[in-house]
Nanobody, 122 residues
Framework: VQLQASGGGSVEVGDSLRLSCVASGEVGYGMGWFRRAPGKEREFVAAFGGNGERINYAESVEGRFTISRWIVKKTIYLQMNALKPEDTGVYYC??????????????????WGRGTLVTVSS
């Protein structure tokens, strides 16, 4: 399984971006996004739970970011609005198998994309 993320770019504070991630093989419902800011550990952003219903967001993005999916195309999206400089980082798509995934534990995800860079300047 390969995950291909796209949609990153350089924007200004308050702008929006939409990231996409396509899975090339079979994955479960648990797919989501993580990010790594410069000099920091990778952190959870948002994900669909392995049960296919639950959606989780990091507190730092709640109300500004929206995760969505097109199940048939095995694609997830991350609509990012009201971007802030602290949203800068490499955004990674992650996918789990079975009913795993959906939360902030990276060990629950078997597959990872290479990442797409988001830069928010003030």
């Amino acid at each position: 399984v390969q995950l291909q993320a796209s949609g990153g770019g350089s924007v200004e504070v308050g702008d929006s971006l939409r990231l996409s991630c396509v899975a090339s093989g079979e994955v479960g419902y648990g797919m989501g996004w993580f990010r790594r800011a410069p000099g920091k550990e990778r952190e959870f952003v948002a994900a669909f739970g392995g049960n296919g219903e639950r959606i989780n967001y990091a507190e730092s993005v709640e109300g500004r970011f929206t995760i969505s999916r097109w199940i048939v195309k095995k694609t997830i999206y991350l609509q990012m609005n009201a971007l802030k400089p602290e949203d800068t980082g490499v955004y990674y798509c992650a996918a789990a198998t079975g009913r795993r995934g959906g939360g902030p534990d990276e060990d629950d995800y078997e597959y990872w994309g290479r990442g797409t860079l988001v830069t928010v300047s003030s």
